[in-house]
T-cell receptor, first 114, second 112 residues
């Protein structure tokens, strides 16, 4: 079946450090891939997406490239800020009988210290 | 454009009671999905509605049900509440032909 595996953490970084969160997926066909972010006490916010192989999604300094050959969608940011402290979820969208549902990884909690 | 609105934000209920949660999607979005988030199980899909019809259902007992109205607003109902139903319930809406889903802030349900 379709599944997403991601680093779970928690991870603590200093401000301006480099961030990588690994995400790999198992899926039939070519799903669209997403990164969502959840700030404390909030719902999920769409961070970025990619819909086909070699697509690069980017937003707010974060980037992720859809790698079909390695079935990966790793999230990167060159210089994290305290405001990036949140939980990050990798997800794919699975189509079933005309319906689409998101399949999420377990999430990774990131804390950035000043 | 207003985002996805969920009400109420917080609920405390007693075991055995039932509860109804509400979700208003982004204007023009006809697809509404519900997810349960718990520390142990993570984010799990409950069901999806489109044009007042349930299109897909996750692996949850029949105590969990939902519906969608003609204005695309959706409600989910949980009957005979159990302690394990304590969770953050998230609603997401999607535009026709688009893959990205937009989430509300969630309803935090605590069952005591």
């Amino acid at each position: 079946g379709n599944s997403v595996t991601q680093m779970e953490g928690p991870v603590t970084l200093s401000e301006e450090a480099f961030l990588t969160i690994n995400c790999t997926y198992t899926a039939t066909g070519y799903p669209s891939l997403f990164w969502y972010v959840q700030y404390p006490g909030e719902g999920l916010q769409l961070l970025l997406k990619a819909t086909k192989a070699d697509d690069k999604g980017s937003n707010k300094g974060f980037e992720a490239t859809y790698r079909k050959e390695t079935t990966s969608f790793h999230l990167e940011k060159g210089s994290v800020q305290v405001s990036d402290s949140a939980v990050y979820f990798c997800a794919l969208i699975r189509t079933q009988g005309g319906s689409e549902k998101l399949v999420f990884g377990k999430g990774m909690k990131l804390t950035v210290n000043p | 454009k207003a985002g996805v609105t969920q009400t109420p934000r917080y609920l405390i209920k007693t075991r055995g009671q039932q509860v109804t949660l509400s979700c208003s999607p982004i204007s023009g979005h006809r697809s509404v999905s519900w997810y349960q988030q718990t520390p142990g199980q993570g984010l799990q899909f409950l069901f999806e509605y489109f044009s007042e019809t349930q299109r897909n259902k996750g692996n949850f007992p029949g105590r969990f049900s939902g519906r969608q109205f003609s204005n695309s607003r959706s409600e989910m109902n949980v009957s005979t509440l159990e302690l394990g139903d304590s969770a953050l319930y998230l609603c997401a809406s999607r535009s026709d032909g688009r893959t990205e889903a937009f989430f509300g802030q969630g309803t935090r349900l605590t069952v005591v």
